[in-house]
């Protein structure tokens, strides 16, 4: 048997009604337990949402803009993945607490748990916090995608299954009306940079230069061009630090559909039908009525 035919999808469970693979479930205590320092920073997002890139633009600035610094690991190393953990029988073994804990301040995180599952210790150290927002349509896309390529995530099932499930919010991490909409609320209570994929889209300078101002700091001009330069997506699709081919045989299959997919706003229009999106946009109506949140679907 192959890598591959001996690796199954994972079962799943709920926190407080969120889904999450069994294993989270499993150590859960452990990640509401965990203790954050003062000085770690977290990015934080739904699934398929930006994570990667705000991760690599974090990195660049991190090192001012020193290239091989950033090849030093893959992202997921480089940034622990808080609450995800895979047993040490599997192939790949992980465990973003264990990482975590052996890293030395100042840390970088990364978590896609919904605001108020975010362990308590964020919150008491007044920690910074960057989260990044993507549309409903395109980020759906991009996680039917991923969960067809990649065996860390439950069977997607057919593409109309999927849309289902993800309004149902019957995906792992949970509802993404509700994860938006509760860390759009949290941003005015701590110290949030709460920033949308379709603006980093728009203007990634502007964008960076948020996140600079944020993280009060700053870089030569041919620093930001450097960092924007490394961190464009045709770049980062061609960086194996990055775009998530390393360790991943037998999980991930890029030919199913690659990792660094297509990075676009609007990629939605090639997947959902007319009668599909109006479906999507009744429900979506119902869902958002209670937030001034709102989400550009095109550029
Ligand atoms: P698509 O599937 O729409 O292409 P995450 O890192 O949160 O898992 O998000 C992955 C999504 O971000 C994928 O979307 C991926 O292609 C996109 N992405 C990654 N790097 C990017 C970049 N530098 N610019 C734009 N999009 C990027």
Not at 9 to 22: A, I, Y
Not at 61 to 85: M, V
Not at 99 to 128: D, I
Not at 159 to 183: I, N, P, Q, R, T
Request: hydrophobic fraction near 35%.
């Amino acid at each position: 048997l192959s890598l591959q035919e001996t690796l199954t999808r994972p079962e799943t469970g709920e926190v407080e009604g969120v889904t999450f693979t069994k294993i989270i479930c499993s150590t859960w205590d452990q990640v509401w337990n965990f203790r954050a320092r003062p000085d770690d920073l977290l990015i934080a997002t739904y699934a398929k949402a930006g994570t990667t890139w705000t991760q690599e633009i974090v990195d660049m600035i991190q090192h001012n803009g020193d290239i091989q610094k950033c090849r030093r690991a893959s992202t997921y190393k480089r940034h622990p993945f808080l609450e995800w953990s895979v047993p040490k029988s599997s192939i790949q073994t992980y465990s973003g607490l264990e990482l975590a804990e052996a890293m030395p301040s100042p840390r970088t995180l990364k978590t896609h748990l919904p605001v108020q599952l975010v362990p308590p210790s964020f919150w008491e150290q007044n920690c910074k916090i960057i989260y990044v927002a993507r549309n409903a349509k395109d980020n759906l896309v991009s996680y039917y995608h991923f969960h067809r390529m990649s065996k860390i995530m439950p069977d997607p099932g057919t593409w109309e299954e999927f849309v289902e499930k993800f309004m149902a919010g019957k995906v792992l991490w949970g509802s993404w009306y509700d994860h938006v909409k509760g860390w759009w609320k949290a941003k005015d209570k701590h110290r949030i940079l709460y920033l949308f994929y379709e603006d980093m889209k728009e203007n990634p300078k502007r964008e960076i230069q948020k996140i600079l101002k944020f993280l009060e700091t700053d870089v030569e001009k041919e620093v930001l061009n450097e960092i924007l330069h490394h961190t464009a997506f045709e770049i980062m699709k061609e960086n194996p630090m990055a775009n998530y081919t390393k360790d991943f045989e037998g999980i991930m299959d890029h030919s199913i559909s690659p990792f660094m997919r297509k990075g676009l706003v609007g990629d939605w229009k090639n997947y959902f039908t007319v009668a599909q999106n109006e479906k999507f946009d009744e429900d979506y109506k119902k869902k958002m009525a209670d937030t001034a949140l709102v989400f550009r679907t095109e550029l």
